[in-house]
Each structure stands twice: as C-alpha cells, then as structure tokens.
C-alpha cells in the first residue's frame, strides 16, 4: 500500500525563539512548535506534568448540580447506584467513583450491564434493577448522554441520573439532574478529550473538595484513569498527558492491589509504560465483559486485600486465555 505523507510546515521564528528560550537541540524546537508548544510555559507543562496543572472541576458544567444531588443523595439516606459500561473505561470509571464514594457512604452498590444480553447504554434491565431495589440515585459513568428514552422512563419511576460522559452529545439531551460532559456545546470546561474514567475522577476531585478531604484521597485512582486513558485511545494532550504521566507513576509504584496482580499474571518485569497499559492490561480487563461479566473487572479493581485481588486477577488472566483462542479459531474459520 502506497502512503502519502503530509509533513507539517515549519515555523522558523517560533522556532528560534523558543530555542533561545529552552536552550535545547534546534530540532527538538521545531518538533514541539509542531504540537502546538510554543513558549517557555507550555514547554515546561509538556516536559514537567503536574496536577497542580489541572483544571479546576468546579468548571465544568452542572458540577456543582452533580456535587449538590448526591450530597442529598447522603444526607436523605438514598441508595446510590454506580452503572457503567463494561469496557475498560466504564469499569475503571466505576471503581474510581465507587471505591471512593464507599469510604463516605455505605448504601452504594455498581451495575455493569451484559455485553450481550443488555448492549451498550442504559439497559432497560438497569433501570429496572434500580426501581426494584429502591435505588433513588444513579450515577452513570461512560454512558448515558444518548440514552433519552430509559432515562425519562427512569425519571417517571422517581429515579434520578447524573450523567458523566465523554462521548459526543446529541441536540436533545437526556432528562438528568446533571450532565457532566464537556463537548457539551455550553460547557466552559477548557479540555474536552477526557475518558470517561476522567470525568469520573474530576467528580470525586470536586466531592473531596466540597468535603475538605485531600486531594491525595482522589489521586489514589490514578492507576485506573491512566489504564482508561491508554485503553480509550484518548489524545494524550493537555490534562490527558497530565493524568497518565502521574498515573503510570502510581502504576510503578505503588499500585492498587488489582492492578498489581495482573502485572502479576503478565509476568511483565519492566517498567510499565502506556503501550503495556494498552497491550497487556486493558485486554485482561476487557476479557471479563466479552466471555462472562464485567463485574469481575470491577471487583477486582476495588478489592484491598492482595490475596483476594490475585483470585480475581486469575479469573481475568484465564478469560483473556480463552478470548485468544476463540479470536484465533473465529479467523481460521473467516
């Protein structure tokens, strides 16, 4: 196959500028121009990412409705439920947001719908499950901005949703007490390319502020959200490139016991980096939803105990041994 390549122009002025600013290789300069880092600030940004960089939440739109309706949710003693999709953005997702809400909250539970008996979305099943167990909050991470009809059902039957989705909005949106997305076409957030994990921590960032808890207690899920954001194939620009450079820290050093055993059962000694992320963690995670249940991913994720987290993590590692052999037997037959 013949490839045609596109090469950026060249921006010599910038170039040099930002040269005699940064005292590094003329080519480097001109590489970073090319990405759109064009002074000292922005260079230092791409060479140094620090939280202390990230937006503020509380600028995202409907944060404060978000924030507001499940303190409620706490102070009226509703049950809370966290859905997801059973992806591995949508199960990270979950686990960030459970994990953490859990330590303030106890009348939570997860729902992860089936890959093939529910389909992608709010499931009817669901919001059934929800009505029938006096769920009067549900919390939707990595799904929900397309999903109007079960919503408004959902919404008769006295359930409310706080949406927090990354994907593309319609013109018509669902009826949600909060709508946490930033392609939302009003919402003032200035990055717009985060997973849907990230949105989801930006939610516990603003809930732990509103709490004057540390931040430290938010950071602790950043192995997960750099795990969506290398398995979602995000950009890894602006605050992207921010969550996964501290993330694989965490990753590196001190992961959660989940993450730990299937690095574990990958037998990877190395330093990870996000190609490992990609390659070798995100299709143990994916395995669990595409052979059985995405709830084991889940669980696993959110599991203390390191013996426990390692059953779990060889549940996973055994699925993705099976979905290899069903992918190869499903390609010698094509």
Same mark, same amino acid.
């Given at each position: 196959m013949q490839k045609r390549?596109?090469?950026?122009?060249?921006?010599?002025?910038?170039?040099?500028?930002?040269?005699?600013?940064?005292?590094?290789?003329?080519?480097?300069?001109?590489?970073?121009?090319?990405?759109?880092?064009?002074?000292?600030?922005?260079?230092?940004?791409?060479f140094r990412p620090a939280l202390e960089d990230l937006h503020d939440p509380w600028t995202m739109k409907d944060m404060d409705k978000a924030i507001s309706r499940i303190e409620l949710a706490f102070f009226q003693h509703e049950k809370i439920l966290i859905y997801g999709d059973y992806d591995v953005d949508?199960?990270?997702?979950?686990?960030?947001?459970?994990?953490?809400l859990q330590k303030l909250y106890n009348n939570i539970e997860f729902y992860?719908?089936?890959?093939y008996r529910?389909?992608?979305g709010i499931s009817l099943q669901g919001i059934e499950y929800a009505r029938d167990n006096d769920f009067g909050l549900v919390i939707a991470l990595d799904c929900g901005i397309k999903s109007i009809e079960h919503i +408004? /059902? !959902?919404?008769?039957?006295?359930?409310?949703?706080?949406?927090?989705d990354h994907h593309l909005p319609d013109a018509i949106l669902p009826p949600a007490v909060a709508i946490l997305n930033p392609k939302q076409e009003d919402c003032p957030y200035p990055y717009k390319e985060l997973s849907g994990c990230g949105i989801g921590y930006k939610l516990i960032c603003a809930f732990a502020q509103k709490r004057g808890l540390p931040q430290a207690?938010?950071?602790?899920?950043?192995?997960?959200?750099?795990? +969506? /954001? !290398?398995?979602d194939i995000v950009p890894m620009t602006g605050e992207n490139r921010i969550l996964a450079f501290h993330g694989l820290i965490k990753v590196n050093e001190d992961p959660l016991p989940g993450i730990k055993?299937?690095?574990?059962?990958?037998a990877l000694k190395e330093k990870l980096t996000i190609a490992n992320l990609v390659f070798v963690i995100a299709p143990r995670v994916n395995a669990a939803g595409r052979m059985d249940d995405a709830r084991k991913a889940v669980n696993l994720f959110i599991e203390n105990e390191g013996e426990k987290a390692a059953a779990i993590a060889a549940v996973l590692h055994a699925d993705n041994f099976d979905r290899k052999e069903i992918d190869s037997t499903i390609t010698q037959e094509a």
């Open positions: 390549w596109t090469v950026k122009a060249y921006q010599p002025n910038q170039e040099h500028l930002l040269q005699s600013t940064l005292r590094i290789h003329p080519l480097l300069c001109r590489l970073l121009v090319q990405r759109g880092v064009t002074n000292f600030d922005a260079a230092r940004q791409y949508g199960t990270t997702a979950v686990a960030t947001v459970y994990a953490f992860i719908p089936h890959r529910e389909g992608y +408004s /059902i !959902a919404r008769e039957w006295g359930i409310d949703f706080i949406i927090c207690e938010a950071n602790k899920y950043l192995d997960l959200v750099a795990t +969506s /954001i !290398a398995a055993a299937l690095i574990t059962f990958s």
